[in-house]
Each structure stands twice: as structure tokens, then as C-alpha cells.
């Protein structure tokens, strides 16, 4: 659906943009990261067809931004860190307006508009001032406007920034019900949100691209061994000599300890062994319960602040 080739971008002698190559495939949601200054902002706005490049190829649905820019910008619906609102119009006329900017038939614009207001859940707020609404509902309205016209892809550019946690939670679900209609580019600082939200991520750092991959395969390729934890009943001595005799395992420590004997421990162990039916098997041996088991796989935070200081280490 989009394909970004050799896309460069220069401000003088500052190199904003270089050489950056990536793809969004159709019906995806995409997460694409960078500290401050990456590149970030630069490369979607070169999408969206609001500035040039000044070398390489950005293409929507078989469409060169630079060539057929008209054709790119029907399908692109952008919402920026500060969503385009008039503080001085209702969110309706405001809708309205936007119809008009993206040309929607005048036959279809009531029932359109009303289907998005539904959607985001602003029909209660419609004839309101946007300039008298909450940050939740501005931004429910900046968004509202990225989808006025059906576009294919939406960009979102930081779309729950300043929100409280509750808002948080409900923009994070649109967003993934949007993920099965429209092919979805998500920008943000918020990690957890990403590796919650997005199937594959890309990571940008000083306007190169630093990595493309699924979260979870980002996980393994930086993980030099496996980590669990795991929450057992039983005598902490008993437990942890059982653990450090099992095959593979390199390490064990007690991350939390409860009064009656239930302790949580890290275990860490080779790569390539799995060491969890080895410890079922052990602590069923000694009659001890195993009450949680989990995988600590390397967050996303940690992933991209791991990249982030390796490039600035290099350099």
C-alpha cells in the first residue's frame, strides 16, 4: 500500500531524511518510532505530500507523492501532533468544512459525518465550540477530520499525547478497530502503547532507518538468553537448588517474596533450551505448586533505547 524508496531529505547542509526504505503493507498498522529529531516528522510530512524530498520515491496505492499528488492526498487521511482544529467552530460545521476541503458528495456527507462522529464518540459533543471541549475530545475530532473522505491509509502522528490513562485505553482500541479497514502508520513516544497497538514497527534514528521487524522478533534477535519469572509455593532454598540444577539455566534470584513461602523468582537460561517443563517437572517432584509462569521477553522501551545508544556509541 505504501512504499518509501531511498527517501532523502535536506535542509541546507542538515540531512533530515537519508536514504530511508521502508514498506506498509495493506491492512497493516505500522509503528514508526524515533527519538526527537529522527526524522520522523520530516518523513511523514514528505507522505502526506506537504513538503518535497529532495531525492528518492514515496508511492501510496501505485501513486509517486511528487507526480500525482491530488490522487495520494484522497487517500492519505493525517492527523498531526496538533490536530488542524478551529477552536472557533462547532465540531460539526467543522466536519463539514472538511468534507468540503476533501471534495466528499454533498449526498453522502450527513451520513458520513454521522458515522464517524459515532465511531470517534464525539455525537454528543457536536454542536459544541471545539475551543470550549476537553484535550480528549479535540483529539477525538482531529481525528475524526483524518477520516472524513474513507481514505485508505491514516497517519497519526502522537494521537494520545496529553491524554489521561482512560482516554489512552480508548483511542488504543479505535485504533486497532480502524487496523481492519484503513492501513495504519502510527507514530508515538508512548512504547507500550506501540508494541500494543502495532504488527510491525519501524525505528528511525538521526534520519536513518535503525531496525524493521515485528516486536517479537526484535525481541529474540536482541535477547542473548531467555528469562522467566516464576512464582512458587514452597521453602526458598528448596526451590532455588532445585532451579540451579536443572540444565541450561544460568542464573536465579527472587525477584519478590511473600510470608507464606510463595516467592517469585528470574530465572535466566541458555538461548536455546527451554527450561520450563524441567522446572514444572522438578517442583512437582518436590510437591511444590508453581502459581504463575511467565516470559520476560525485552520490552520495545528497551529495544529501541538498546539502538538508539549502539548508533551513538558507533558514531
Do not use: W
Request: some cysteine.
Amino acid at each position: 500500500m505504501i512504499e518509501i524508496r531511498n527517501l532523502t531529505k535536506r535542509y541546507g547542509q542538515v540531512v533530515a531524511v537519508d536514504d530511508v526504505s521502508f514498506t506498509v503493507n495493506k491492512g497493516e498498522i505500522l509503528g514508526f518510532l524515533g527519538p526527537n529529531g529522527a526524522g520522523k516528522s520530516t518523513t511523514m510530512n514528505i507522505l502526506t505530500g506537504y513538503i518535497p524530498a529532495t531525492d528518492g520515491v514515496a508511492m501510496v496505492d501505485g501513486y509517486d507523492v511528487s507526480k500525482h499528488p491530488r490522487e495520494v492526498k484522497k487517500r492519505i487521511g493525517f492527523m498531526p501532533e496538533q490536530p488542524p482544529v478551529y477552536f472557533d467552530m462547532t465540531v460539526i460545521d467543522y466536519l463539514n468544512f472538511a468534507c468540503e476541503l476533501k471534495m466528499v458528495d454533498k449526498k453522502l456527507r450527513k451520513s458520513q459525518i454521522a458515522d464517524i462522529m459515532e465511531l470517534v464518540k464525539i455525537t454528543e459533543v457536536k454542536n459544541r465550540l471545539i475551543g470550549n471541549l476537553s484535550k480528549g475530545y479535540k483529539q477525538r475530532v482531529g481525528l475524526a477530520q483524518a477520516l472524513i473522505g474513507n481514505p485508505e491509509v491514516l497517519i497519526l502522528d502522537e494521537p494520545t499525547v496529553g491524554l489521561d490513562p482512560k482516554q489512552i485505553i480508548e483511542i488504543r482500541r479505535l485504533i486497532k478497530a480502524l487496523g481492519k479497514d484503513h492501513t495504519v502508520i502510527l507514530s508515538s513516544h508512548i512504547l507500550p502503547e506501540v508494541q500494543a497497538v502495532c504488527e510491525r514497527v519501524v525505528i528511525i534514528n538521526k534520519g536513518k532507518i535503525a531496525a524493521v521487524d515485528t516486536p517479537e522478533n526484535l525481541s529474540k534477535s536482541f535477547e542473548n538468553a531467555s528469562r522467566i519469572s516464576i512464582t512458587i509455593s514452597g521453602p526458598r532454598n528448596s526451590v532455588m537448588n532445585a532451579i540451579k540444577g536443572i540444565y541450561g539455566v544460568k542464573f536465579v534470584d527472587v525477584a519478590r517474596e511473600r510470608e507464606d513461602n510463595v516467592i517469585t523468582y528470574i530465572v535466566e537460561a541458555d538461548k536455546e533450551i527451554d527450561v520450563r517443563r524441567p522446572i514444572f517437572y522438578a517442583m512437582a517432584k518436590l510437591g511444590h505448586p508453581i502459581l504463575e509462569l511467565k516470559s520476560l521477553d525485552l520490552s520495545l522501551e528497551e529495544i529501541f533505547i538498546e539502538l538508539v545508544t549502539e548508533e551513538s556509541e558507533v558514531e
